[in-house]
């Protein structure tokens, strides 16, 4: 089945993908590679915004299976997502892009805040969002900020940057003949409990009717590949 254009896009990048070969934080390298590969998309016509995982830095829901408090660690989460949105854009204003960090928890010194209005305006402006700090409330994964954003920004469809080259029936790392999908509906993604994102994301997705396209973002030039129809990726929708 031929992938549709999208126009506009959120891309939700988790935050190992900011990590390099490295084991944790974040290397200059890589999101000098993944800025430039949105500077290209950009150029092409697509509008982006983005948001960012904190998993490079802190882990609120591992941390609160250690004994931490869930919401405590989850606001701790929220503030690992501010550096890394920090992190892309000093990134991508190396290399010329007009970019906003808006923070659903106030931080007024180093980003906006969140607030809707400001935001779309901002993307009619050519400009690069990159939301940080999840939704602001504890309990919700940056997966669920990341389908949440991408209707509240009306965008054509959610690309998840991710390590592995689209949506497989078993974990491709561990069983070397699981099954890679092309196409899924969102019900079977559901029913079948696959790891694209969290359960509230996914529904959120398609109530919305906002695709959801899985790729390799770790592969150079990927996100390019995929927007243009190319590249390999799973589209998740409510197509059957």
Known sequence: MPRPRFNRILLKLSG???MGDGQFGIDPDTTGRMAEEIREAREAGHELCLVVGGG????????AARGFDRAQADYMGMLATVMN???MQNA????????????????????EPYI?????????KGRVVIFAAGT???YFTTDTAAALRAA???????FKGTSVDGVYDADPKKVKDAKRYEHLPFHQVLADDLKVMDASAVALCRDNDIP???FNIREQGNLARVLDGDGTATIVSNEE
């Open 152 to 158: 509240e920004m009306d965008c054509d469809a959610l």
């Open 16 to 18: 190992e993908a900011l």
């Open 56 to 63: 490079n830095i802190f882990r609120g829901f591992a941390a």
């Open 136 to 138: 602001g409330n504890p």
């Open 116 to 124: 809707r209005r400001r935001a779309l305006r901002h993307m009619e």
């Open 85 to 87: 949105a920090l992190a």
């Open 92 to 111: 991508l204003e190396k290399i010329g892009v007009d970019t906003r960090v808006l923070s659903a928890i106030p931080m007024a010194t180093v980003s």
């Open 212 to 214: 959801i396209v899985v």
